[in-house]
């Protein structure tokens, strides 16, 4: 029999939606949607990831069973029991010294398995927890979440389309992410100016009005630059700024402190083109921003999302259609990990660990003691390791050796544990190195939500049977806190766990589960009538955005010896 199974792509944040044909409980091939014009994917089309969902799928190197590393490295199969209990006795060891521990959360895992994780990180007493997002998001949502109160992109994609005047900044969106590149397209037909700032000439600035080439790590010097002159033009929303922001003086006094020779010669953008950028976005009646890796993979991302988020404010660019911040990444579920809290600085639901009523509130719920002190980084896992500070990791649906920084610091600190349990459905060379390997699921295999790039909750249903011991992570973590003897981890199922995200996560409180089950558009966050965040009010405690940015510092310029800098890019298969 032939069944028709709706899913996410989870190959990118848009979270674009298709269908699985199934045959005989085997996929045979995908189809496009139609008549949803609710989706991201309007039309129901794919791009080159997408459309090879299956055939990626088919080419994992699958963890079929419980894995153990013996003395000379090979693995042997042992049964569930067996292995959750070798994890089991290794969490037990450092339970009276929880900061000896540390677990790395997923963004191609589902928000209940992301948000069982680090409670229970959290219950086993330590903030030890994070994720890929340090690379490639952190930094920005950091930014976000400290000028607007949400560490989450403001508007819908769809929402581009009423812009008249979008600034791409630091992203090949046309090659990377199509899907949204049509909707900037659609804006741009309708007479929207485009402004894309980037050192190189991409697909993306092929269909620029203006294309703004600027010295790699040079961005905040230039976005000082653009905001100087919408001050001394006084190009600024004085209504918008007085009433809804505060810091506007400080900025101004940042701002002014560099001439824009000063900026064209750190940049090397002309200044006849910092005014035109300058008066065109300050003028727009709506402008939108989509901040690319080119910024948020940069070491200066929090500072440079500051600054291009103060630059909306002060436009007033910010809380009405047509005029978004949008986060663009490469990586499928991160919006849904940072609202579930896996990040050793912050709770679910964008709060801070040091947010005391928010540590007694998630106290009161769980059942146990939250800890106070600010966890550890990745990075900082890595270094912990080196120095003999860290006894073990939990690393689930993560390649932490091949996505950190610095390979072969990260394989010595990580041969160096005395313990590392990989929950994973492929071999990957983190797993490779695993004293213990937890089969998973796949995405496929299994169901539960994910949150897209716009706030978007949608319920990735199960296409097909999974091997016979792959597990799903809600499954895996559960039976761990059981046999480790914690309470508030007997789930039935992945609804439940949903269920109580929906209790603890204010912003998904209004999600209801049959709803996303049933409706393949799904619902936003906070609601589905607050699609454009900020409408009238910012969540920040009194109300109001922050205005913020730095002086910039001159990154290292080439010479002879060293005539190039480094850059890295996106292309079509890897966003």
């Given at each position: 029999?032939?069944?028709r199974i ?6 990118c ?22 008549d ?7 039309h ?11 055939s ?7 963890v079929?069973h ?6 000379n490295?090979?693995?042997?199969e042992?049964?569930?029991?067996r ?11 450092v339970?009276k ?23 229970l990180?959290?219950v086993l007493?330590s ?11 952190l ?24 812009a008249d005047?979008?600034?791409i900044?630091?992203h ?7 899907i949204?590149?049509?909707y900037?397209?659609?804006?741009r037909?309708?007479?929207?100016t485009?402004?894309?700032?980037d ?6 600035a092929?269909?620029s009005?203006?294309?703004?080439k600027?010295r790699p ?16 033009e006084?190009?600024?929303d004085?209504?918008?700024v007085?009433?809804?922001?505060e810091?506007?003086d ?7 402190m560099?001439?824009?020779?000063e900026i064209e010669?750190?940049t090397?953008?002309?200044q ?8 065109r976005?300050a ?11 080119g910024v ?9 999302t ?6 909306c ?5 910010v809380?009405?259609p ?5 986060i ?13 809290g ?15 009523n ?5 106290e ?18 890595i ?11 939990y690393i ?7 996505n950190?920084p610095?390979t ?7 041969e ?7 929950q ?5 060379p ?7 390997i ?7 295999e299994?169901?539960?939500s ?6 978007r ?20 973590l ?34 209801d ?5 049933e ?7 906070p609601?589905?009538?607050?699609r ?10 009194n109300g ?8 910039f ?6 010479d ?9 890019v996106?292309y079509?298969?890897?966003?």
């Open positions: 029999m032939e069944k709706p899913i996410v792509c989870y190959h944040s848009l979270g674009c939606r298709t269908l699985i044909k199934v045959r005989d409980d085997y996929p045979i091939g995908i189809e496009y949607m139609k949803q014009p609710d989706i991201v994917n309007e129901g089309k794919l791009c080159s990831k997408g459309n090879a969902i299956l990626l799928e088919k080419k994992l190197k699958r079929r419980p894995m153990k590393r013996k003395e490295g090979e693995f042997i042992i049964s569930w029991n292995a959750l209990e070798i994890v089991v006795e290794g969490l037990n060891d339970k010294s929880p900061e000896r521990i540390a677990f790395v959360g997923s963004l191609r895992s589902y928000n209940e398995a992301n948000y069982l994780l680090q409670k990180a959290r007493g903030n030890n927890i994070d994720s890929e997002a340090r690379f490639c998001y930094g920005a949502g950091y930014a976000l979440l400290e000028s607007l109160g949400l560490a989450a992109s403001t508007n819908t994609i769809k929402s581009l389309e009423t005047c979008i600034l900044w630091g090949n969106l046309a090659e990377t992410q199509p949204a590149f049509r900037v397209l659609k804006a037909d309708k007479g929207a485009l402004i894309v700032v050192p190189r000439f991409t697909k993306t092929r269909f009005d203006i294309y703004v600027l790590g040079s961005d905040l010097a230039l976005l000082n630059g653009i905001m100087r002159v919408i001050i001394n006084v190009l600024y004085s209504e918008f007085e009433k809804r922001c810091g506007f400080d900025i101004r006094r940042i701002v002014t560099y001439d824009l020779e010669r750190i090397g953008v002309p006849a083109v910092i005014i035109e950028v300058a008066r976005f003028n727009s009646r709506a402008a939108s921003v989509i901040i690319g890796t948020t993979q940069s070491s200066d991302a929090k500072r440079v500051h600054a291009i988020v103060s630059m404010l002060m436009c007033g660019h809380g009405k047509g005029a978004g911040i949008y663009a990444s490469g990586k499928g579920n991160i919006q849904g990990v940072i609202d579930m896996v990040a050793p600085d912050l709770l679910p639901g964008h709060r801070y660990v040091a947010d005391d928010w540590r007694r509130y998630l009161e719920k769980w059942g146990y003691e939250v800890p106070q002190e600010e966890g550890l980084s990745l990075l900082e896992f270094e912990s390791s080196e120095r003999g500070n860290i006894d073990g990791i689930m649906g993560e390649d932490v050796l091949h950190t610095n072969e610091r990260v394989l010595k600190a990580l160096k544990l005395q313990f590392l349990f990989v994973e459905s492929m071999l990957t983190t797993a490779e190195l695993a004293d213990i937890l089969p998973r699921t796949t995405i496929l299994s169901e539960g994910l949150t897209n790039i716009e706030r909750i949608q319920w990735n249903h199960r296409a097909f049977t999974p091997p016979k011991d792959a597990r799903p992570d809600w499954w895996i559960s039976k761990i806190a059981g046999k480790l003897g914690l309470k508030g981890f007997e789930y039935m199922c992945q609804d439940d766990v949903f269920v109580e995200i929906t209790e603890i996560v204010p912003q998904y409180r209004s999600v589960l049959s709803r996303i089950k409706n393949v558009p799904g619902m936003f966050w609601d589905d009538y607050s454009i965040l900020y409408l009238d009010r910012f969540s920040t405690p109001k955005a922050q205005i913020k940015t730095y002086k510092r001159v990154s290292e310029e080439i002879e010896r060293y005539p190039f800098t480094l850059i890295t996106r079509a298969d890897y966003t």
